[in-house]
């Protein structure tokens, strides 16, 4: 569980956040004058990039277009009110067929191939749990050491400014009710492929994810504690973030989330600007 604050933010940002163009509920503009009214100082959109495989969930080719002309536009609309950033959230499986200029990358997973179909991790328990039994012998370690080793080559191997959702494996593991998070083999699995990631791109930043705790009522945030105090020990940085699906979410929990980076030694959190990524001390 994580400490209940009542104040402590001076500073709001958010660079994972969806509208209608994906599977968000509001309209950019919707965002826009949502955070502005919170006192946003700025505001990233990362849709879902266009998949290589049909699904209900990402931009089309054409609504990414749409995507980028609006949000560019709004970008300069707001531009006296809030800093707008017209990012995208890439997945392995993402297939763009222009070239375009996002303000930054946020670098996610949210499958797993198997040997005869493509699985979601983050839609069901069930359709994860139907993953680990048909291709992993219901061994979700196993499952666990491939997503992450998966999720792990495509930011290194990527341009990405972001790790989104590091362990979203866990989304429907409360109280490891799937797994134990625990287990030895789980944590070994998770830190070494954070090491790898750290070793290749020392100062990336990884996001910490209030997403599920507000769709789902998790306690905490995206990675767990251990991931995350690995990710401050070995110097790389963090931003907090509510994979926001609707104005609702926009900063929900932000100040806990903040305090759970604090308890895991952070001295500092980054905050998306024009001049790139800046510091503030918590
Ligand atoms: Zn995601
Ligand atoms: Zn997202």
């Given amino acids: 569980m994580i400490e209940k604050v009542d104040n402590m933010t001076n500073f709001k940002s958010n660079c994972h956040t969806h509208t209608v163009y994906c599977?968000?509920?509001?309209?950019?503009r919707e965002m826009?004058?949502?955070?502005?009214?919170?006192?946003?100082?700025?505001?990233?959109?990362?849709?879902?990039?266009?998949?290589?495989?049909?699904?209900?969930?990402?931009?089309?080719?054409?609504?990414?277009?749409?995507?980028?002309?609006?949000?560019?536009?709004?970008?300069?609309?707001?531009?006296?009110k809030i800093d707008?950033?017209?990012?995208?959230?890439?997945?392995?499986?993402?297939?763009?067929?222009?070239?375009?200029?996002f303000d930054y990358i946020l670098s996610s997973v949210h499958q797993i191939h198997g040997k005869k179909r493509i699985y979601s991790i983050d839609y069901t328990a069930e359709e994860l749990t139907e993953c680990v039994n048909a291709e992993y012998d219901g061994d979700w370690y196993k499952m666990a050491e491939e997503y992450f080793k998966n999720l792990a080559a495509f930011v290194v191997d990527n341009k990405t400014d972001v790790v989104g959702h590091f362990d979203l494996i866990t989304k429907f593991n409360r109280s490891g009710c799937l797994f134990d998070e625990n287990n030895p083999e789980y944590q070994k699995s998770a830190l070494r492929w954070v090491?790898?990631?750290?070793?290749?791109?020392?100062?990336?930043?990884f996001e910490v994810n209030t997403g599920a705790?507000?769709?789902?009522?998790?306690?905490?945030?995206?990675p767990a504690s251990f991931i995350l105090k690995r990710i401050c020990e070995r110097g790389a940085r963090v931003t907090v973030t509510s994979d926001a699906h609707c104005t609702e979410a926009l900063d929900y929990m932000f100040d806990e989330a903040k305090l759970y980076c604090k308890n895991c030694g952070f001295k500092s959190i980054w905050h998306l600007t024009k001049s790139g990524f800046i510091e503030e001390k918590i």
């Fill in 84 to 101: 707008v950033f017209c990012g995208i959230e890439l997945d392995a499986d993402y297939e763009i067929n222009k070239e375009y200029s």
């Fill in 213 to 222: 705790m507000f769709r789902c009522g998790n306690e905490t945030p995206y």
């Fill in 23 to 28: 599977d968000g509920k509001n309209t950019a």
């Fill in 195 to 205: 090491d790898y990631i750290i070793d290749n791109k020392p100062y990336i930043i």
């Fill in 32 to 80: 826009i004058d949502c955070a502005v009214k919170k006192g946003f100082s700025a505001i990233g959109f990362s849709g879902h990039a266009p998949m290589n495989f049909s699904n209900t969930w990402a931009m089309t080719q054409e609504n990414l277009d749409k995507y980028f002309f609006e949000i560019n536009s709004l970008k300069k609309e707001y531009a006296d």
